[in-house]
Protein backbone atom coordinates (compact mmCIF):
# COMPACT_ATOMS: atom_id res chain seq x y z
CA UNK A 1 0.00 0.00 0.00
CA UNK A 2 1.51 3.58 -0.77
CA UNK A 3 0.80 6.11 1.60
CA UNK A 4 0.75 9.54 0.91
CA UNK A 5 2.93 11.87 2.91
CA UNK A 6 1.72 15.37 4.26
CA UNK A 7 2.84 18.12 2.10
CA UNK A 8 4.50 20.23 5.45
CA UNK A 9 6.92 16.75 5.96
CA UNK A 10 7.51 16.66 2.22
CA UNK A 11 8.68 20.32 2.24
CA UNK A 12 11.08 19.86 5.26
CA UNK A 13 12.60 17.07 3.97
CA UNK A 14 13.27 19.23 1.24
CA UNK A 15 14.44 21.41 3.20
CA UNK A 16 16.51 19.52 5.03
CA UNK A 17 18.39 17.81 2.29
CA UNK A 18 19.16 21.52 0.96
CA UNK A 19 20.76 22.76 4.12
CA UNK A 20 23.12 19.23 4.34
CA UNK A 21 23.79 19.13 0.79
CA UNK A 22 24.96 22.88 0.59
CA UNK A 23 27.23 22.55 3.85
CA UNK A 24 28.61 19.18 2.50
CA UNK A 25 29.58 21.30 -0.99
CA UNK A 26 30.79 24.33 1.72
CA UNK A 27 32.58 21.94 3.00
CA UNK A 28 34.21 20.15 0.22
CA UNK A 29 34.98 23.50 -1.53
CA UNK A 30 38.35 25.23 -1.80
CA UNK A 31 39.23 26.93 2.08
CA UNK A 32 40.60 30.44 0.96
CA UNK A 33 43.85 31.18 2.93
CA UNK A 34 44.83 34.88 3.00
CA UNK A 35 48.66 35.96 3.61
CA UNK A 36 49.15 39.06 4.42
CA UNK A 37 52.96 39.39 4.34
CA UNK A 38 55.71 41.58 3.27
CA UNK A 39 57.03 40.91 -0.07
CA UNK A 40 58.95 44.33 -0.26
CA UNK A 41 60.84 46.06 2.08
CA UNK A 42 63.12 45.40 4.58
CA UNK A 43 61.65 42.23 5.75
CA UNK A 44 60.64 40.95 2.12
CA UNK A 45 63.37 37.79 2.90
CA UNK A 46 60.98 36.78 5.87
CA UNK A 47 57.74 36.67 4.19
CA UNK A 48 59.14 35.10 1.46
CA UNK A 49 60.01 32.01 3.82
CA UNK A 50 56.92 32.03 5.60
CA UNK A 51 54.89 31.70 2.38
CA UNK A 52 57.58 29.42 1.37
CA UNK A 53 57.43 27.04 5.03
CA UNK A 54 53.31 27.12 5.10
CA UNK A 55 52.88 25.74 1.81
CA UNK A 56 55.78 23.37 1.89
CA UNK A 57 53.58 21.69 4.99
CA UNK A 58 50.27 21.76 2.52
CA UNK A 59 52.41 19.94 -0.43
CA UNK A 60 53.32 17.12 2.06
CA UNK A 61 49.47 16.52 3.12
CA UNK A 62 49.16 16.59 -0.90
CA UNK A 63 47.79 19.65 -1.18
CA UNK A 64 44.89 19.85 1.34
CA UNK A 65 44.01 21.14 5.07
CA UNK A 66 41.13 19.24 6.72
CA UNK A 67 40.02 17.44 3.42
CA UNK A 68 40.24 20.75 1.60
CA UNK A 69 41.84 22.04 -1.18
CA UNK A 70 43.40 25.34 -1.04
CA UNK A 71 43.25 28.62 -2.78
CA UNK A 72 45.78 31.35 -1.69
CA UNK A 73 45.49 34.91 -2.01
CA UNK A 74 47.86 37.37 -1.39
CA UNK A 75 48.68 41.41 -0.39
CA UNK A 76 51.78 42.68 0.41
CA UNK A 77 51.58 44.78 3.54
CA UNK A 78 55.27 46.62 2.71
CA UNK A 79 55.63 46.66 7.00
CA UNK A 80 53.65 49.95 7.02
CA UNK A 81 51.32 49.94 9.90
CA UNK A 82 49.46 52.99 8.08
CA UNK A 83 48.47 50.88 5.52
CA UNK A 84 47.29 47.86 7.43
CA UNK A 85 43.73 48.37 8.15
CA UNK A 86 43.52 49.04 4.19
CA UNK A 87 45.41 45.85 3.59
CA UNK A 88 43.81 43.48 5.35
CA UNK A 89 40.46 44.39 4.44
CA UNK A 90 41.33 43.71 1.10
CA UNK A 91 41.37 39.82 2.37
CA UNK A 92 38.68 40.24 4.73
CA UNK A 93 36.18 42.28 2.93
CA UNK A 94 37.24 41.73 -1.27
CA UNK A 95 38.39 38.10 -1.41
CA UNK A 96 36.18 37.25 1.81
CA UNK A 97 39.03 34.52 2.66
CA UNK A 98 38.31 31.97 5.22
CA UNK A 99 41.81 32.47 7.26
CA UNK A 100 44.40 35.25 6.98
CA UNK A 101 48.37 33.74 8.06
CA UNK A 102 50.48 37.36 8.77
CA UNK A 103 52.19 39.13 9.39
CA UNK A 104 56.00 40.07 10.18
CA UNK A 105 55.67 43.32 11.89
CA UNK A 106 54.02 44.01 15.04
CA UNK A 107 52.57 47.46 14.30
CA UNK A 108 50.73 46.04 11.22
CA UNK A 109 50.10 42.81 13.24
CA UNK A 110 48.33 44.97 15.81
CA UNK A 111 46.01 46.42 12.90
CA UNK A 112 45.24 43.15 11.80
CA UNK A 113 44.24 41.87 15.20
CA UNK A 114 41.72 44.29 15.64
CA UNK A 115 40.16 44.28 12.01
CA UNK A 116 40.55 39.77 13.06
CA UNK A 117 37.87 40.35 16.12
CA UNK A 118 35.58 43.26 14.75
CA UNK A 119 34.62 40.53 11.99
CA UNK A 120 35.78 37.34 13.55
CA UNK A 121 37.97 36.19 11.42
CA UNK A 122 40.74 33.56 11.93
CA UNK A 123 43.82 34.85 11.87
CA UNK A 124 46.96 33.04 12.81
CA UNK A 125 50.11 35.14 13.05
CA UNK A 126 52.90 33.61 11.79
CA UNK A 127 55.97 35.97 13.23
CA UNK A 128 54.95 39.37 14.48
CA UNK A 129 55.60 39.29 18.09
CA UNK A 130 53.63 41.95 19.71
CA UNK A 131 52.97 41.19 22.86
CA UNK A 132 49.38 42.68 22.86
CA UNK A 133 48.27 40.26 20.06
CA UNK A 134 48.23 37.22 22.61
CA UNK A 135 47.86 39.61 25.85
CA UNK A 136 45.15 42.60 25.37
CA UNK A 137 43.84 41.96 22.24
CA UNK A 138 43.97 38.15 22.85
CA UNK A 139 40.40 36.79 21.42
CA UNK A 140 39.31 32.80 20.47
CA UNK A 141 39.79 33.12 16.59
CA UNK A 142 43.41 34.52 16.99
CA UNK A 143 46.69 32.34 17.35
CA UNK A 144 50.32 32.65 16.71
CA UNK A 145 52.73 29.97 15.62
CA UNK A 146 55.66 31.98 16.17
CA UNK A 147 56.71 34.10 19.75
CA UNK A 148 56.27 37.20 21.89
CA UNK A 149 58.82 39.73 22.01
CA UNK A 150 58.80 39.40 25.64
CA UNK A 151 60.19 35.17 24.74
CA UNK A 152 63.34 35.21 23.05
CA UNK A 153 64.20 38.41 24.86
CA UNK A 154 63.55 37.72 28.22
CA UNK A 155 66.19 34.25 27.61
CA UNK A 156 68.71 36.60 26.54
CA UNK A 157 68.80 38.96 29.35
CA UNK A 158 69.08 36.00 31.56
CA UNK A 159 71.74 34.66 29.72
CA UNK A 160 73.53 38.02 29.62
CA UNK A 161 73.23 38.08 33.67
CA UNK A 162 74.32 34.67 34.06
CA UNK A 163 77.84 35.48 31.98
CA UNK A 164 78.55 38.33 34.58
CA UNK A 165 77.20 41.26 32.44
CA UNK A 166 76.21 43.95 34.97
CA UNK A 167 76.35 46.98 32.39
CA UNK A 168 74.58 46.78 29.00
CA UNK A 169 73.29 49.28 26.89
CA UNK A 170 69.99 48.14 24.20
CA UNK A 171 69.75 49.31 20.62
CA UNK A 172 66.74 48.81 18.41
CA UNK A 173 64.21 50.31 15.94
CA UNK A 174 61.67 52.50 17.84
CA UNK A 175 58.08 50.22 17.25
CA UNK A 176 56.51 47.78 19.24
CA UNK A 177 58.83 44.78 18.65
CA UNK A 178 61.98 46.46 19.29
CA UNK A 179 60.75 48.17 22.27
CA UNK A 180 58.91 45.29 24.06
CA UNK A 181 62.46 43.57 23.41
CA UNK A 182 64.04 45.45 24.88
CA UNK A 183 61.80 45.54 27.82
CA UNK A 184 61.64 41.20 28.12
CA UNK A 185 65.80 41.88 28.10
CA UNK A 186 66.04 44.55 30.76
CA UNK A 187 63.37 42.54 32.81
CA UNK A 188 65.61 39.38 33.15
CA UNK A 189 68.86 41.56 32.84
CA UNK A 190 67.89 43.24 36.05
CA UNK A 191 66.45 40.42 37.89
CA UNK A 192 69.78 38.99 37.26
CA UNK A 193 71.81 41.28 38.84
CA UNK A 194 72.44 43.61 36.05
CA UNK A 195 71.81 47.31 34.83
CA UNK A 196 70.70 48.52 31.59
CA UNK A 197 72.07 52.00 31.80
CA UNK A 198 71.57 53.53 28.13
CA UNK A 199 68.32 52.52 25.79
CA UNK A 200 69.64 54.26 22.15
CA UNK A 201 66.74 53.55 18.61
CA UNK A 202 66.07 55.23 15.52
CA UNK A 203 63.25 54.85 13.81
CA UNK A 204 61.84 52.03 11.20
CA UNK A 205 63.36 50.86 9.06
CA UNK A 206 66.24 53.74 9.25
CA UNK A 207 69.64 51.98 9.24
CA UNK A 208 72.05 54.80 9.46
CA UNK A 209 73.91 53.71 12.96
CA UNK A 210 76.96 55.78 13.02
CA UNK A 211 75.64 57.78 15.87
CA UNK A 212 74.71 54.80 18.06
CA UNK A 213 77.96 53.07 17.31
CA UNK A 214 80.31 56.53 18.98
CA UNK A 215 77.60 56.57 21.82
CA UNK A 216 78.43 52.54 22.91
CA UNK A 217 82.22 53.02 22.28
CA UNK A 218 81.93 55.86 24.71
CA UNK A 219 79.88 54.44 27.20
CA UNK A 220 81.83 51.20 26.80
CA UNK A 221 79.34 48.79 28.54
CA UNK A 222 80.00 45.05 29.06
CA UNK A 223 77.65 43.97 26.96
CA UNK A 224 75.03 45.43 24.09
CA UNK A 225 71.09 43.91 23.44
CA UNK A 226 70.36 44.79 19.69
CA UNK A 227 66.98 43.91 18.02
CA UNK A 228 66.62 43.95 14.85
CA UNK A 229 65.94 41.73 11.93
CA UNK A 230 65.91 41.04 7.82
CA UNK A 231 68.05 43.90 6.26
CA UNK A 232 68.30 45.91 9.17
CA UNK A 233 70.12 42.99 11.35
CA UNK A 234 72.71 42.41 8.22
CA UNK A 235 73.38 46.09 8.37
CA UNK A 236 74.03 46.73 11.98
CA UNK A 237 76.26 43.18 12.60
CA UNK A 238 78.03 44.43 10.10
CA UNK A 239 78.44 48.16 11.45
CA UNK A 240 79.05 47.14 14.76
CA UNK A 241 82.07 44.89 13.28
CA UNK A 242 83.46 47.70 11.30
CA UNK A 243 83.45 49.62 13.82
CA UNK A 244 85.61 47.32 16.11
CA UNK A 245 83.42 46.91 18.98
CA UNK A 246 82.49 42.94 18.58
CA UNK A 247 86.41 42.73 19.50
CA UNK A 248 85.99 44.39 23.29
CA UNK A 249 81.69 44.33 23.54
CA UNK A 250 79.77 41.21 22.80
CA UNK A 251 76.49 41.77 20.90
CA UNK A 252 73.39 40.00 22.76
CA UNK A 253 70.21 39.99 20.38
CA UNK A 254 67.07 37.76 20.33
CA UNK A 255 67.90 35.24 17.41
CA UNK A 256 66.75 37.72 14.55
CA UNK A 257 69.80 39.21 14.86
CA UNK A 258 71.45 36.64 13.08
CA UNK A 259 68.41 34.02 11.77
CA UNK A 260 68.38 33.88 7.87
CA UNK A 261 71.13 36.67 7.39
CA UNK A 262 74.72 34.93 8.11
CA UNK A 263 75.39 34.56 4.71
CA UNK A 264 74.73 38.11 4.03
CA UNK A 265 76.98 39.05 7.69
CA UNK A 266 79.83 36.85 6.47
CA UNK A 267 82.36 37.41 9.60
CA UNK A 268 81.05 40.06 11.20
CA UNK A 269 78.40 37.48 12.71
CA UNK A 270 80.72 34.69 13.66
CA UNK A 271 80.60 33.46 17.28
CA UNK A 272 77.80 35.91 17.97
CA UNK A 273 74.95 34.29 21.20
CA UNK A 274 71.70 34.92 20.23
CA UNK A 275 68.33 32.99 21.68
CA UNK A 276 65.55 31.79 19.84
CA UNK A 277 62.86 29.22 19.67
CA UNK A 278 64.70 27.35 16.63
CA UNK A 279 68.72 26.67 15.72
CA UNK A 280 69.27 25.03 12.18
CA UNK A 281 71.38 21.66 13.47
CA UNK A 282 68.79 20.79 15.90
CA UNK A 283 69.44 16.91 15.01
CA UNK A 284 65.74 15.33 15.41
CA UNK A 285 64.34 13.19 12.70
CA UNK A 286 61.84 15.66 12.66
CA UNK A 287 64.20 19.06 11.74
CA UNK A 288 66.09 17.03 9.77
CA UNK A 289 63.28 16.28 7.39
CA UNK A 290 62.15 19.44 7.14
CA UNK A 291 65.16 20.97 6.28
CA UNK A 292 65.08 18.25 3.40
CA UNK A 293 62.34 18.90 2.13
CA UNK A 294 62.72 22.63 2.68
CA UNK A 295 65.90 22.73 0.89
CA UNK A 296 64.68 20.46 -2.16
CA UNK A 297 61.14 22.43 -2.70
CA UNK A 298 63.32 26.32 -2.67
CA UNK A 299 67.28 25.34 -3.01
CA UNK A 300 67.49 27.59 -0.08
CA UNK A 301 68.09 27.36 3.43
CA UNK A 302 65.12 27.11 6.07
CA UNK A 303 65.35 29.86 9.12
CA UNK A 304 63.11 30.35 11.97
CA UNK A 305 60.64 32.49 9.57
CA UNK A 306 59.86 29.71 7.25
CA UNK A 307 59.36 27.06 10.12
CA UNK A 308 57.08 29.64 11.64
CA UNK A 309 55.35 29.27 8.51
CA UNK A 310 55.19 25.70 8.39
CA UNK A 311 53.41 25.40 11.75
CA UNK A 312 50.77 27.75 10.98
CA UNK A 313 49.38 25.18 8.51
CA UNK A 314 50.55 22.73 11.03
CA UNK A 315 48.10 24.82 13.72
CA UNK A 316 45.59 24.95 11.38
CA UNK A 317 45.56 21.56 10.33
CA UNK A 318 44.33 21.02 13.59
CA UNK A 319 41.32 22.39 13.72
CA UNK A 320 40.75 21.76 10.27
CA UNK A 321 41.08 17.88 11.04
CA UNK A 322 39.04 18.52 14.15
CA UNK A 323 35.87 19.45 12.08
CA UNK A 324 36.30 17.66 8.76
CA UNK A 325 36.81 20.86 7.07
CA UNK A 326 33.73 22.10 8.19
CA UNK A 327 34.19 25.98 8.87
CA UNK A 328 31.04 26.54 10.30
CA UNK A 329 31.62 24.02 13.39
CA UNK A 330 33.58 27.10 14.90
CA UNK A 331 34.44 26.77 18.28
CA UNK A 332 35.40 23.09 17.60
CA UNK A 333 37.78 24.33 15.46
CA UNK A 334 39.54 27.13 17.73
CA UNK A 335 39.47 25.04 20.24
CA UNK A 336 41.37 22.07 18.75
CA UNK A 337 44.21 25.01 17.00
CA UNK A 338 44.74 25.91 20.59
CA UNK A 339 44.83 21.97 22.41
CA UNK A 340 46.38 21.32 19.82
CA UNK A 341 51.03 19.87 20.61
CA UNK A 342 52.46 21.17 17.82
CA UNK A 343 55.01 18.17 15.99
CA UNK A 344 57.63 21.87 14.91
CA UNK A 345 60.94 21.24 13.37
CA UNK A 346 61.78 23.87 16.63
CA UNK A 347 60.90 20.73 19.02
CA UNK A 348 57.42 20.00 20.55
CA UNK A 349 55.50 22.94 21.38
CA UNK A 350 52.01 23.78 22.96
CA UNK A 351 49.88 26.85 22.69
CA UNK A 352 49.07 29.30 25.68
CA UNK A 353 45.28 29.57 26.71
CA UNK A 354 45.93 33.02 25.10
CA UNK A 355 47.11 32.11 21.84
CA UNK A 356 50.96 31.78 22.01
CA UNK A 357 53.46 29.35 21.89
CA UNK A 358 55.32 27.62 24.93
CA UNK A 359 58.18 26.92 23.82
CA UNK A 360 61.75 26.05 25.19
CA UNK A 361 64.05 29.14 23.73
CA UNK A 362 67.19 27.75 22.89
CA UNK A 363 71.10 29.83 23.10
CA UNK A 364 72.57 29.76 19.57
CA UNK A 365 76.16 30.56 18.09
CA UNK A 366 77.01 31.90 14.55
CA UNK A 367 79.01 29.42 13.11
CA UNK A 368 79.31 29.78 8.94
CA UNK A 369 76.03 30.06 8.06
CA UNK A 370 74.24 27.96 10.83
CA UNK A 371 72.68 29.46 14.23
CA UNK A 372 74.21 26.08 16.21
CA UNK A 373 72.30 25.22 19.59
CA UNK A 374 74.38 25.31 22.58
CA UNK A 375 71.84 24.91 25.51
CA UNK A 376 68.07 25.74 26.24
CA UNK A 377 68.83 28.96 27.60
CA UNK A 378 64.49 28.74 29.44
CA UNK A 379 62.60 25.53 29.10
CA UNK A 380 58.93 25.73 28.44
CA UNK A 381 59.11 29.61 27.97
CA UNK A 382 55.70 30.90 28.42
CA UNK A 383 54.17 34.80 27.94
CA UNK A 384 52.77 36.31 30.90
CA UNK A 385 49.90 37.01 28.33
CA UNK A 386 49.32 40.43 30.21
CA UNK A 387 46.23 42.06 30.04
CA UNK A 388 44.66 38.49 28.47
CA UNK A 389 40.58 38.06 29.65
CA UNK A 390 39.02 35.46 27.45
C1 LIG B 1 58.09 42.16 14.79
O1 LIG B 1 57.86 43.27 14.28
O2 LIG B 1 57.36 41.67 15.66
C2 LIG B 1 59.28 41.36 14.34
C3 LIG B 1 59.83 41.59 13.10
C4 LIG B 1 60.90 40.83 12.68
C5 LIG B 1 61.41 39.82 13.50
C6 LIG B 1 60.86 39.61 14.74
C7 LIG B 1 59.79 40.38 15.17
Redesign the pocket.
Known amino acids: MTRTLPLATVALAAALSFATGSACAQAAGKLKVGFMLPYSGT ?1 AA ?1 GNSIENGFRLYVNEQGGKLGGREIEFFKVDDESEPSKATDNVNKLIKRDQVDVIVGT ?3 GV ?1 MAMAKAAKDTNTLLIVP ?4 DAVTGVMCAPNIVRSSFS ?1 WQPAFAMGKVAAEKGAKKAITVTWN ?3 GNESVKGFAEAFEKGGGKVVKDLNVPFPNVEFQALLTEIAAQKPDAVYAFF ?2 GGAVKFVKDYAAAGLNKTIPLYGPG ?1 LTDGTLEAQGAAAQGMLTTLHYADNLDTPRNNAFRKGYALTYKANADVYAVQGYDAAQILAAGLNAVKGDLAKRDILTTAMRKVTVDSPRGKFTISPAGNPVQDVYLREAKGNNNEYRAVAVKALADPARGCKL
Open positions: FLVHSANAGANYAAAGF
